[in-house]
Each structure stands twice: as structure tokens, then as C-alpha cells.
């Protein structure tokens, strides 16, 4: 890797560099490490980097892949495969095998010379220093939690290619213009405690941390996230906020997700914004009886009810073009004879527009109530037998407006993403909106934010088969690094033609 | 109480019983005791009583209830009134407070001069001997596990008014012709161990005892039957079986767990049968995917195919006069942005006629394949996005065909209600098909049975809520208890008219 750059090193920019070498030899894993106590002259600033020069540039396709698998030892899941990697995950936010991942990621980044800080929400910031440290970072972010029959690349690619960029850095010697940063957010997935991106969201001030504390773990655990941030370790003193860390920006690579990259033969996604989201639980109440000695009109049956419903809000989606989806559902009593009085469900709907959104909302709240009480809405009731009513409560439990990113983010990735790809790039890269929920959509509160996209196969994710070809990994990774140097070189011209900073938050 | 009796005995016979005592004095919890050591002549024989005696014999409703709210301190449910005994219950099988309650009825039977035997299924049999020892006891029978979320009735009541008789019996110097009994069935319920009537039915020699004893607690355990009745100690050494442990008759009270009686304000249900049920597990399969990046027509949504068929059950149920329940809904992996890729659940399907089941079951295996494939069955696509399709798997977990009652116990339950109840009974008295199944069901396969049911509120059962009045509960115990000296006395007369036993197994 590093010959092929020194290589570009010699000829494209008709420049030479100082010999200087940092105080401590090159050797092993601290090849290239810098530390904030000492500081030697680099061998190549960001401002000196041309176009060819950024485009040689590579990150190390099978060190990436080798750290993706090896934080996949904490929290292996189910297995898919023969191959050794061919397992999904099951690392939940904050559980054991969570804090080894963020161990590796704390010692890691540290050994590469980088500054740690964990917040008070457990969100670990590594930071590599550059020529001016008295501005914020420019960062990249993801997280290393999954869901718990996640796969080996949600979050994990993210962050993992961060750490990639911070050791090609090292590598070659770079120094940036800024600070740049790698952080790994807590509970992303809000799969173990039901918000998700909620670290994020107390950093970008959005979320009350009191809330996020207090949230438990889902049924039928009863911990919350305090009491696991303090267990495992991870109660940093730095209060979580975007005043106390401030990044100058945040980029984020992903998988998709989606169908739309594979099934177009493109390669990089460029994200401009994130669809809308809300999320509601629905309480069904109805009577707990004897399923063998209660008539179907004497009953007030939860579940069925809860059936209605949630294939009422599928029919809604479906006419409004949104997505509504059920992915928990508890009842109870739960026993083969006795009809269930107690149901709750989760509720998850998603469209582009913030009003197609607000919309499916008002349906479900005006329709769930009819449903309950044994009101026919769509055909619900067609040969049924009319029951005992039941009640009904919703709540929104989480909204996420739609995002849209920041031009100057969106047009380093979209750069990048070209150079990196070459003259086909224009076949490649496509513009995308997230389906998903990001911590992109919280730090874009409060820095300019833009994320990447590269395809998963069959468009599948929190699944363990979701599956990244290694090639696209590794572009992923190498469109973030230059995104994050074109940013930060960019920071530079601007201050200098402008006199001033674009983002000093 | 023993006065009245007694002063019915001076009358009504016309005849003088002799002084004798027992050789222990009468005092307290041991009056009227009786061992199968010592042999202490009798002051009644159940031959000599005749219809005015039979009448006049109580028992004592005072001291019913108490027992009854007594075993309930064991497995105290959710409260649901402010009085002390307005709780439900929740006394899962073999459970410690399972152990407790048991521990109560084998020391109370005890101390009424019973003898116990617990067998290899933890069913404890509890028998106080009569005249003719050789010949199988005529037994009453229930249990004393209840549901999740129970009622205090269920079950309770049965035990109870067997142990109440067995009081009754003691206090008034009674002498049944052949021994009388009392059993406690382990797991009822089948609530923690998803088996129902499992006990009684491996006594009947209709589940192997294997089965039963592998039998593990519903999700999220994994103790077994077997382990359980090791660890509280009710693993016995007699074999569970009509074998080993033959009965003469079984009559069990039960509240009706329906709102029929209480509808209709009758009092007792004479119980001629059980209507016909199975039960049946459902698995549908189909792809966790993102909530949000996943297109419906790109889904395999398991949870959705889940709520159709759930409604279609229903809907089937309600076209063929048949009962259609879903009671358990277990789905993964359970967080709000991921589609279920897999949800298992329960079908609880009953009518009166055998073939009305079987017949639900071909339209169910028929048409859940289709609903899990996409395919349209009477609306059931309507509206919907056509996605990707699921698999089912179905299979029958238990069949309780619909079983009839013996003429000899109905005909004894319907004289002892009309002797209870008086010149009104023909407006209280009903002839009743049970809804429920019960460990009657069971026993039916291997000796004369029948039931008797009493109203309970609303019809509501498996619940908190579940009462049953005490008046109520004290006019089933008075039906149960000379339903059962009928039967003894019948069991005499056709001996000494027919010159052999009628139920000699």
C-alpha cells in the first residue's frame, strides 16, 4: 500500500518532502503514530494533496476486512454459512460483548496516537490531532452495536472504516489541516433500549439525557442504560453534547439496506437526506377468557383485534405510498386457552415527506379506536363475529423529521466518490434518500452531515445473512477517507479566501 | 352444622345407632379421624341414609371458603379489588408455591385419616376407606395449578369441595360401602407446560409418560416436567396409572367458565360431555429486514401473513358455529425497525361435534399455505402490497375428542342436584356441554365420570376477575359430595341386586 502511494508521492506533485521522521521508529502497530506531546513535521499536509494525489491515496482493503471480522468475535450470531466469517451478530448496546468491541475500539484508536473521550451517554470520540487543534474535528461515525439478530456490517463497517482511515493516515503520514475523528455512538439500533440513535440525539441536545438514562432495556430485561453504562464501564465524565464536542462535521458509510444499489449495478450512494419516521406503541385492552368456554361475541380479544390493526396499518401504507411495519408484539397472559386481554405492538412508519408521515398518523389514530371498538374500517369486520369492545391507547414513542444533509458534506462525498470510481463514475454513483435512521440524522442538527451508502446483497440487513462484497467495503471506506480530507482541505481554502472558519459551531 | 344433622338422624331413620366411639376422643382438626389401623365401628352407613338424610347432611360453606382463600395465599395474583381475597392468582404447575399448595392438600387429607400416594406424575391421590377396601375408591377430582394470570376458582374450587366433603364426612361419623377420594391432577392448566390435562391423561394411558415428563415450560424456560416434580420433591414411585391407581367413578365441580348459567340464572349445570378441541402450533417464515429501507413488495413480512391468518381463523371459525382462539404469539428477533422474519403461534380450535374440528383443521392446513404464499383467501389480500412469500409449518399439538359423560355419575349428579336444590330445581338445574376440557375428560376413558358445573361472574374465567359466589361454590360442594354417596350407595345396591361389582375395572 504504502509503496504504491509513495510512488504517486514522487511524481504527481513535482514537489519534494522533508526527510524528517516522527521521534519514534516505525515498527509494528505504531508505525506512524502521533501523540498530542509531541510534534514532529509531517511528511504531507492535506492543503498539499492534489487530485491525483487524494485518488492514490488507498486505504488497505484486507486490514479493513480483517478488523471488521475480528470485532465479530464479540457477540457472534447466528450462523449462516460455512465460512468462518459467515455468522450474523447479537451484540446489543452495552451488554459484555458490546464493551469488548468498544475496548478494541478504545485501545485501537489510542495506539494509533488519537485522543479518547467518552461522554456521558457512553459515545467514545477518538481524536487524531492536526495542525490546528483548537478547532473541532472533522469526524466520521457509526456504531458497533447491532441488532440481536443482526449482521456483520450495520454500524460495524462505519466505524471500522474510520478506523481504517486513521491508520492509512498514519501510514502515509498525512496531516491534516483539522483535527479528524472516529466516533463510535452508543445504542444506535435502539434495539435494547427502545430509542434508537438516542446518543446521538442527547449529543445533538435533541433527546433529554434524563430520558435516555431512565430508558430500559426491552422486555423482559429491567436494567437501564445508566445502570449498563456504569456496569460495563462506559459513564464517561464529559457531559454528551454537541457544546462540549463539537465536530466541525460528520461523515458516515453505511450499508444500504435497500434493494436500489445492487439492483441498478451502482456502487456508491451518495446521500442527500433520510426519509421521515415515527414510531408509536399501541396497548390493546380487552378480557382475558377461557378460550374454550367464551363464544366468540362474549369475547373482547386482544390479539385479533392487534391482527386487525396492524393489517389495517400494512392496507394504510400501502395507499399512501408510506411503510408501516410491526416489529415487536407482546401479550399476555400468553397460554393455548385463554383468549389474550393484553396486547402491545410496536408501530413503525416511514415516508420521504414529513406530511405523508403526519398523515398515516392521523389515520392510525383515528381508525386504531374504531377498529377497537368493533367499528367495521375497510372490510376489518367482513365475516367476523361482532365481539365485546376493547380500548385502545397509542403513543408516540419517537420522530424523526425528514433530514436533509449539508451541501458542502454532500459535495466532498459526491467528489470523492467520483475520483474514486474514475471515469465510470458517473454509472456508479447514484444519489440516495436513507430509509433508515442514522446518528447522521442527529449530528446533522448540529454540523454539516452527509453519509455514503455502498449495496448489501438482496438489499437485506438486520438479518444475520446481511452480507457487503469486500471490494465494496473497501471503496466505501476509501470514498470516506477522501470525503473527509477533500472537507478538510476545503476548511482550509476557505479560511484562507474567507478569513474566517465555515464551521466553528 | 353436625347438629342439624344430628337431629335429622333422630327422625328420619326411625332407627337407634350404637353409642360407640372411635377409639381416639373428639376434638378439634382430628374429630371424627379415621385410620386404616384402627377399625372403630361407624355411627352412618351411607346404605342406610335415605333421601331425607342425604338432604339434610352439610357441609360447611364458612369453612369451604376459607379453605379455598386459605391455598390461595400460595401464588397471589394481581389485585383487582380492595377486600383481601380480591386477587387473582398465578400458580403455575410445579412451581414453589405449586408445592406449597400441594403441600397443604397431602397433610390436610392426611390429617383427616386419608391415605396418600403420590405417582410418577405428581398427582396425589388422597383416599379415606370405607367399608369394602378391595374395590377402587369413588373419586372427586381436580387441580390446584392455575393459569398465568388465574382467578381463584378454577381448579381450587373442585379440590377443595372434595376436601370439604372429606371434613363433612368426618364430622358426621359417615361410612361409605367403599372408599372415597380426593386427587389432585398436576398441570391442568397446561400453561406452563403447554400440555393440558398431561397427569390425568398419562394415568389414562393416553400421553405416554415419557412424553409428559420432556415436556419443557413454555418459552422463556427450559425446565422440564420431569425436573420440576424432581426438585419439589412430587416425583412418586407408584406408576401413573389407571393400573395402579384404579377409580371407581370421578366427578369433578368446576365453575363453567361461560356465561350460560349465570345468563339463564340457574345454578347447577349437570355436565354430559366436553365439546371436541385441538390444539395446533403455527410457524411462519419469512426474511428480517429493515423497516425502513425495505420496500413492502420487497418483504417476506412473517408477522403480517401472522395477522391474516390469525383473522382468517376467525373468520372460518365464525362460518362453521366453531370456536377459534389464538392464545401465544411469540415473534423474532423483536425490535421496533426490523420485520419479523418469524413468529410462531397457537391455534385453539373447538366445537361440539368431532367433525366440525376436523373439518376447521382441512379448511386451516388448506389455507394457511395459501395466506403465507400471497395468495388471496376471502379478502385477504385486499388492498395490500403483494410481497415476497413466507413458509408455514403447522403442526397438531393435541386432540381431545369430544367425550360423553357416564349415564351412572350424570344420573347421580342430576339426583343430588334436585335433592340440593329442591322443589324449584327444575329452574335451576341445567344439562350442560363443557366448553373446557378438564381432567374429567381423562378419567371418562377409564371410569364412570361426570361433572358439575356452578355459575361464575360475566362467564369470566382465566382471569383476575374470576368469582364465583360462595353461596355458589357451597351448593356445587353440597351437589359434588352426594353425588358421590349416591354413587357408593348405587355402587352397593347393584351389588347385592346383580350379585357383582358394575365398575370393577
Known amino acids: 500500500m504504502a509503496s504504491r502511494f509513495q510512488s504517486a508521492l514522487r511524481f504527481p506533485t513535482g514537489r519534494s518532502y522533508p526527510a524528517l521522521k516522527p521521534s519514534k521508529p516505525h515498527s509494528g502497530r505504531i508505525l506512524g503514530q502521533r501523540r498530542f506531546s509531541i ?21 488497505n482493503q484486507g486490514r479493513l476486512m480483517q478488523d471488521i471480522h475480528h470485532t465479530c468475535q464479540w457477540g457472534t450470531g447466528e450462523r449462516w454459512g460455512d465460512a468462518p466469517t459467515e455468522t450474523g451478530m447479537t451484540r446489543l448496546a452495552l451488554s459484555d460483548t458490546d464493551k469488548e468491541a468498544r475496548d478494541w475500539f478504545k485501545s485501537t484508536t489510542e495506539a494509533l496516537g488519537c485522543k479518547t473521550t467518552v461522554d456521558s451517554m457512553g459515545n467514545i470520540f477518538a481524536v487524531r490531532p492536526g495542525l490546528r487543534n483548537d478547532k473541532p474535528p472533522t469526524f466520521v461515525g457509526s456504531h458497533l452495536d447491532t441488532q440481536p439478530t443482526g449482521g456483520r456490517y450495520d454500524g460495524i463497517l462505519g466505524v471500522t472504516a474510520g478506523v481504517e482511515m486513521l491508520k492509512t493516515l498514519a501510514d502515509n ?4 489541516e483539522y483535527p479528524v475523528g472516529v466516533v463510535n455512538w452508543t445504542n444506535e439500533e435502539g434495539a435494547r433500549f427502545p430509542l434508537s440513535m438516542v446518543a446521538s440525539g442527547v449529543w445533538a441536545g435533541s433527546i433529554p439525557q434524563e430520558t435516555a438514562h431512565n430508558t430500559r432495556e426491552v422486555y423482559p430485561g429491567t436494567a437501564t442504560m445508566l445502570s449498563e453504562l456504569k456496569r460495563i464501564g462506559y459513564l464517561g465524565e464529559t457531559t454528551a453534547s454537541y457544546e462540549s464536542i463539537p465536530m466541525a462535521a460528520h461523515f458516515e458509510l453505511h450499508i444500504e439496506q435497500g434493494p436500489l444499489l445492487e439492483m441498478s449495478n451502482k456502487k456508491i450512494g451518495v446521500v442527500k437526506g433520510v426519509q421521515a419516521y415515527k414510531w408509536f406503541t399501541t396497548t390493546v385492552k380487552g378480557r382475558d377468557t377461557h378460550t374454550g368456554t367464551t363464544d366468540l361475541k362474549s369475547r373482547a380479544d386482544a390479539l385479533l383485534v392487534a391482527a ?14 408510506a411503510l408501516a ?17 393484553d396486547v402491545t405492538f410496536s408501530l413503525d412508519i416511514r415516508a420521504p415527506q414529513d406530511s405523508t408521515v403526519e398523515k398515516m398518523k392521523k389515520l392510525v389514530v383515528a381508525d386504531f379506536p374504531k377498529i377497537a371498538a368493533g367499528e367495521d374500517v375497510l372490510g376489518s369486520n367482513d365475516a367476523c363475529t361482532f365481539g365485546l369492545p376493547c380500548s385502545v391507547s397509542i403513543t408516540e414513542d419517537f420522530d424523526s423529521p425528514a433530514t436533509t444533509f449539508h451541501p458542502d458534506c454532500i459535495d466532498s462525498v459526491s467528489k470523492a466518490a467520483n475520483s474514486v470510481l474514475g471515469p465510470n463514475s458517473h454509472n456508479l454513483v447514484m444519489d440516495m434518500v436513507s430509509g433508515a435512521g442514522h446518528d447522521s440524522v442527529y449530528a446533522n442538527k448540529r454540523c454539516p452531515t452527509s453519509m455514503i451508502f455502498v449495496p448489501c446483497r438482496e438489499g437485506v440487513s438486520h438479518n444475520p445473512r446481511e452480507f457487503c462484497k469486500e471490494e465494496d467495503c473497501a471503496l466505501g471506506a476509501q470514498v470516506l477517507m477522501q470525503s473527509v480530507l477533500r472537507f478538510d482541505r476545503m476548511r482550509d481554502e476557505r479560511r484562507i479566501s474567507w478569513k474566517q472558519e465555515p464551521y466553528t459551531l
Open 39 to 59: 510534534s514532529p513535521r509531517w511528511q504531507i499536509r492535506t492543503k498539499e494533496m492534489n487530485e491525483d494525489l487524494l485518488k492514490s491515496l488507498k486505504i
Open 173 to 176: 503520514w498525512i496531516e491534516t
Open 308 to 321: 386487525k390493526m396492524i393489517l389495517h396499518s400494512h392496507r394504510l401504507a400501502t395507499a399512501n405510498s
Open 325 to 341: 411495519s410491526t416489529g415487536i408484539l407482546n401479550l399476555k397472559p400468553g397460554s393455548t386457552n385463554t383468549v389474550p386481554g
